[in-house]
């Protein structure tokens, strides 16, 4: 059966979400291996490595269960206020000097003041000036007119995740909805944005709702999709969630491919608890990574990406 599905993915057919369910069960060599056909035959062998900076961090108002941000747990994250150009600037050089095609300017805060976004703005300016590199924005709730004044200033993609399913979600943030990720999503794009979204495994959620997502995700038609893996934060409420293994972690990017096989399917957050750096998981159909730091948590360097990337046959190149 996994043949049969991974030839109508080559075919140009969607799979059902009824189809899609038994690669909860397939065999794991074989479910990846065709996986990796898929990424093949639609994506090549290029390779998307984009980079991120924490702008702005800490004394987050909502609630997110996973987060180190929120000032409603007793995580320890840094907090300081938007970071000063230069220092952006810097951040976003550096990045591109190692190797990243994008870099995002990513802030805490259910969204930012109108005065934040007019700073925001000049940073964006400032870095497309100087450095040249394809700039994002991950600025949480932001309405159009928000979005509209960056992709003025230069931005030309706009990060929100859904972080899981609409019917996990409310399990893992009270203070927002899945349905007020989805109207950010649309103000974006109604300003001109591109569009990054995925979510996080291992929150609790089933591999069911992990599909669940994944198909929203198609449906919404977004080519940059971020898969992160729970990076349980002391003093956070899931700090003491049980960690997935590495095969429900590769079973989960080969169904992404299968369910969205000419996306970016990016591996971020938590990649470096990976034994290999995340080497089977590009194996198994992932064809994108954010290289360096994350948020809160310390990343892969860009120097062992590329060298990991050269080894499986990627090049790093915009698709």
């Known amino acids: 059966m996994i043949q049969d599905l991974q030839n109508a993915v080559l075919s140009g057919r969607p799979i059902t979400r009824d189809e899609a369910a038994i690669l909860e069960e397939a065999p794991l060599d074989l479910l990846c291996a065709a996986a990796d056909e898929i990424r093949k035959r639609f994506c090549g062998i290029g390779f998307d490595l984009c980079s991120i900076v924490n702008g702005k961090s800490g004394r987050c108002s909502e609630d997110c269960k996973f987060c180190a941000q929120s000032s409603r747990y007793?995580?320890?994250?840094?907090?300081?206020?938007?970071?000063?150009?230069?220092?952006?600037?810097?951040?976003?050089?550096?990045?591109?000097?190692?190797?990243?095609?994008?870099?995002?300017?990513?802030t805490s805060g259910r969204r930012p003041s109108k005065s934040?976004?007019?700073?925001?703005?000049?940073?964006?300016?400032?870095?497309?000036?100087?450095?040249g590199i394809a700039v994002c924005v991950s600025i949480g709730l932001a309405d159009e007119a928000d979005f509209r004044a960056l992709y003025t200033a230069g931005a030309s993609r706009a990060h929100c995740n859904l972080e899981a399913s609409a019917a996990f979600f409310p399990k893992i943030c009270s203070t927002h909805t899945f349905a007020d990720k989805l109207a950010a999503i649309d103000a974006a794009r109604r300003a001109g944005l591109t569009v990054c979204s995925g979510g996080i495994i291992g929150l609790g959620e089933t591999?069911?709702?992990?599909?669940?997502?994944?198909?929203?995700?198609?449906?919404?038609?977004?080519?940059?999709?971020?898969?992160?893996?729970?990076?349980?934060?002391?003093?956070?409420?899931?700090?003491?969630?049980?960690?997935?293994?590495?095969?429900e972690k590769q079973r989960t990017v080969a169904a992404f491919r299968f369910i969205l096989p000419d996306a970016d399917i990016r591996l971020a957050g938590g990649r470096k608890?990976?034994?290999?750096?995340?080497?089977?998981?590009?194996?198994?159909?992932?064809?994108a990574a954010i290289t360096g730091d994350m948020l809160t948590t310390a990343g892969v360097c860009a120097e062992t990406d590329r060298a990991l990337l050269k080894r499986l046959g990627f090049e790093v190149r915009h698709g």
């Open 273 to 287: 608890l990976l034994p290999d750096r995340g080497a089977a998981c590009f194996r198994a159909g992932a064809n």
């Open 116 to 131: 934040e976004v007019e700073a925001l703005c000049e940073r964006v300016r400032a870095v497309r000036k100087e450095v």
């Open 74 to 106: 007793a995580a320890c994250a840094e907090v300081y206020p938007l970071l000063d150009v230069d220092t952006i600037v810097r951040a976003a050089a550096q990045n591109a000097k190692a190797g990243a095609l994008r870099f995002s300017i990513v």
């Open 207 to 247: 591999f069911t709702d992990r599909l669940d997502m994944a198909f929203a995700l198609r449906d919404l038609q977004v080519k940059s999709v971020p898969i992160n893996f729970l990076n349980p934060i002391p003093g956070t409420p899931f700090a003491h969630n049980a960690p997935l293994s590495y095969e």
